[in-house]
């Protein structure tokens, strides 16, 4: 069973920086696809980022594009979206989900992916 921890939220000032990270256990987590998703209140949950296995394929949100990262490294079965140029707009609970059907079935995430981590805080002031 795969359990996942998101770390790295906090409070930032518009146009700052962030990295999140997401640490994966379970002897299998490094085969399962990854994802970043946010919430903001009163809102619908949004794909950020997602990334295959092997790291080889990303995804981005359009709204994200050119200024947050999506990586991983499997031997520390963790996954890291680095966030510069932040807005006030950023401002959500970010989670790490991980799916063992792959990374469009991250990227088109309809439905609920297979494992969900609780969430970190990311709030950007202007």
């Known amino acids: 069973q795969v359990q996942l921890v998101e770390s790295g939220g906090g409070l930032v000032q518009a146009g700052g920086s962030l990295r999140l990270s997401c640490a994966a256990s379970g002897h299998t987590a490094s085969s399962y696809a990854m994802g970043w998703f946010r919430q903001a209140p009163g809102k619908e949950r949004e794909l950020v980022a997602a990334?295959?296995?092997?790291?080889?394929?990303?995804h981005y949100a359009d709204s994200v594009k050119g200024r947050f990262t999506i990586s991983r490294d499997n031997a520390k079965n963790t996954v890291y979206l680095q966030m510069n140029s932040l807005k006030p707009e950023d401002t959500a609970r970010y989670y790490c989900?991980?799916?063992?059907?792959?990374?469009?079935?991250?990227?088109?995430?309809?439905?609920?992916?297979?494992?969900w981590g609780q969430g970190t805080l990311v709030a950007v002031s202007s």
């Open positions: 989900a991980a799916d063992s059907r792959g990374f469009w079935t991250v990227v088109d995430a309809k439905g609920w992916l297979e494992v």
């Open positions: 990334i295959d296995w092997s790291g080889g394929s990303t």
